[in-house]
Every structure is written in C-alpha cells, then in structure tokens.
C-alpha cells in the first residue's frame, strides 16, 4: 500500500462517496449531495454512493471492519480508484481503511483543500492554501506515511549510515522526524510571508476608512461574483462549480449620481469548511470584518438553501460578522423549481430580495435598499473652505448631492446632502467649517 496516497488529488479518478453519519445527528438521505458536487468540482468521476448510519465510531476504521471489506467490494466491482468519506478520518483510520479496501482514502477535508489547490490563482491564494495543506497535514505524519524508518544510526558502516556522516552515527534520527522539521519549517516561512501581505491588505482597507464598504458574503456557488459583474461590471471569473473564486476582488459601486460605494467579493462558504483554511483565508475575509454591510447572497433555487445560510453564518460567527448589518438576497429566482422553498425562506426572512443576478431581476431594489442604509438619515450641511481644497469638493460629490456651489476669491460654500452616516468623516477633512442646516 506504499503508493495508494502518493497523490491526494483526485481528478479523473473514479470514486466511491461514503456517508457515516452518527444515529440521532438528524440525518437526511441527501447528505451526499454536497460531497457529489465537492467530489465533481475535485475532477472525480462518482461511480457509487454508499451511505451507512453507525452508532459509535470504530477507532481503528471508523465505520467497522466487516462495512470496509463490504466497501472493497463495491470499489473492486465499480472498479474504483478512490474512497471519499464525508467525515472527517483519523490517520490512523485511514491507513487501516486502506489496507483493507486496497484504494486511496481521502476525507472531506483533504478533498476541499484539493479544491482549493487547483482554485488558487493569486500568490496569495496559493500560499494560503499551502499553509492550510501543510497545518492538516503536520499532526497526521506520526501513521499517514509507510516510509517513517530510520535514516541514519548505528549502521555506520553501511549505505544509510554512511549518509549521515561523522557525528550523525547513534540512535539514529526517524525519517519522521525530518519530516516535521521541514515541514515545521516551510509552515513558519509561510506564516512570515503572509503576515507581510496580511499587513498590506489591512494597510489597503484602512485606506478605505472613508468609504462605504459593501461585502458579498454566502455559501460557494450562490451566485456573488455573477452579482459582482452585474452590479460592478467587474469582469469577475464566473463558473458553474463550487469555489470558483478564491481571490476577493474590490470595485467601486455608483448606486446613483453622488453616492459612490465600495464592493468586495469573498470566498464562498462550505459547510465543515476545514478550520486551516478559515484561519489561512483570515486576510481575505477581513474585507467582510470590516465592512460596513453585507450582503449575503443565497442560492434559492437550492433546496438545501437553509442548511447552507446555517452554514455561512457559522463562519461568520467564526470571524466575528455575525452581528453585522445584512441584507439577505435571495439569488437565482429565474431558476427556482420548488416554490414552496421560497416562500419558506421568504417567510422566515421578511426583508430578503428576490433576485436573479443573471437577468438582473430586482437589481433595482438591490440599489434603493442600499441607498437607503448608505445614507441613514439624509442631512443637509454647508461646508466653507478655501478654493484648493479639492479634496473636500471631491468627497461631497462622491458621497452626497451638491445642492449650491458659491465660489470667491478666498472661499467656497458648498450646500450639500448627504448620509449622517458621512458627517463625521466630513468633518475630519482639514481645512472645512461644516454645519448641519435644519430643512
């Protein structure tokens, strides 16, 4: 079984998926659907379902001895390449599995860092990825590897201890051991690496203090770079699989003349999205950390529509945004098949939009909603400054409506309206005596 996991991905490799849920969790028949689409996106070519409901988890094989050899018949009869669990296995287990089954095991979080392997196109996304690949990987070498012997030791005289040299002969240092250490190493070099670009992008958002930040938020596939594009014209890749966009992209949004916002798309969500990689992905999520509204876009044409908006809010919960302002969107209405799905989630969540960001239905209602939380209450102001102030100029037009311009030699009055929302950033601009006017 040496070879059988010297290549974790599983692209043109035909699978068996393997559900082992604990009795009493709230199980449904359909929990595979997730793991199909992960599996599909992966490049793997789904042969087989088998789902088994287990009362305690084995230690040594998580589901029993006697359903993996019932498993390695079904992988030697569908002439499988790969066992994909939707849970989470042990090292320890896997190896057994493996011996067992005679095929690759993976679990759900090896295949969704796969996913994310194959996704990342930026550096940053390829070094995030890395770290989490390497943070899961790290406490599993002690039983994941067959090659842990020793390389160097009391056999001086011989091949292996003539490669550690005068000095390395002893008790000898496990193969193990070497791995840790550059594996611990390439870890530490990655978190340095990324804390640099960590503090570039919050130096980049900071800069954004007095701007009003918009974050798409929702679980992967729900449709927030199609939402981008059509809001934005932002040319954001756009792909019908799970994960398609890795990277967060920010441009700048005209809800209407005088009211200029900032957009930001994310990472989609998954449930159980493996711990490294919120951790890893911490940066990129900061846009949603410190945006002033989210919009959390969720698929509603999906009939697990719930248990993926559970899903989002718990990664949210995660990286403390589940107390943000947010406006539901529920996205895809020109493909909803069960209308009874909608009406629940419209039911539960009174203020939700329906939309379709493919037609570009109720796209308008999308701008009036975020107006209207873009302004709060609309004041008016008059604001003197000198002549080469043209900063303040540029912000009143950026973010109010400017209702009377006096120009003299050495003034300009501005009358504008604008968001209270905007006061205290206005009045911080130097150079400008502001006052709020009664209407």
Known sequence: MEKVREQLQVRKERAILVGAPLRGNGFKGDNLVELTALAETAGAIVVDRFIQKVTRITPGTYIGRGKAETLRDRVSHFKADVVIFDNDLSPGQIRELEKIISAKVLDRSELILDIFATRARTRQARLQVELAQLQYTYPRLTRMWSHLDTVTGAAGAGAVGAAGGIGTRGTGEKQLEIDRRI???????????????????????????????????????????????????????????????????????????????????????????????????????????????????????????????????????????????????????????NISVLESAQ????????????????????????????????????????????????????????????????????????????????????GAAVTVLED
């Open 183 to 337: 594996v611990s190493r390439r870890i530490t070099e990655l978190k340095r690496e990324l804390a640099g670009i960590d503090k570039r992008k919050l130096r980049e958002i900071a800069g954004r203090k007095d701007m009003f930040k918009i974050c798409l938020v929702g679980y992967t596939n729900a449709g927030k770079s199609t939402l981008m594009n059509a809001l934005t014209d932002a040319g954001v890749f756009v792909e019908d699989r799970l994960f398609a966009t890795l990277d967060t992209r920010t441009r700048k949004w005209i809800v209407e003349a005088g009211a200029e916002v900032l957009l930001s798309d994310t990472v989609g969500f998954v449930s159980n999205l493996p711990h490294h990689l919120v951790a890893s992905f911490k940066a990129t999520l900061e846009e949603a950390v410190n945006a002033d509204l989210l919009l959390h876009v969720v698929d509603a044409s999906n009939e697990n529509l719930f248990e993926q908006m559970e899903s989002v809010k718990t990664v949210l919960t995660e990286i403390g945004c589940d107390k943000k302002d947010t406006i539901v969107l529920l996205n895809k209405a020109d493909a909803i098949r």
């Open 347 to 430: 039911t539960i969540h009174p203020d939700a939009i329906c939309i379709s960001a493919r037609t570009g239905m109720n796209l308008d209602i999308v701008a009036q909603r975020v107006l209207a939380r873009y302004r709060g209450r609309e004041i008016r102001v008059r604001v003197e400054s000198t002549p080469g102030n043209g900063r303040l100029q540029s912000f009143l037009r950026a973010h109010g409506k400017v209702t009377r311009e006096e120009y003299g030699e050495d003034k300009v009055v501005l009358e504008a309206r604008l968001g209270a929302a905007q006061l205290p950033a206005l009045k911080k601009l130097n």
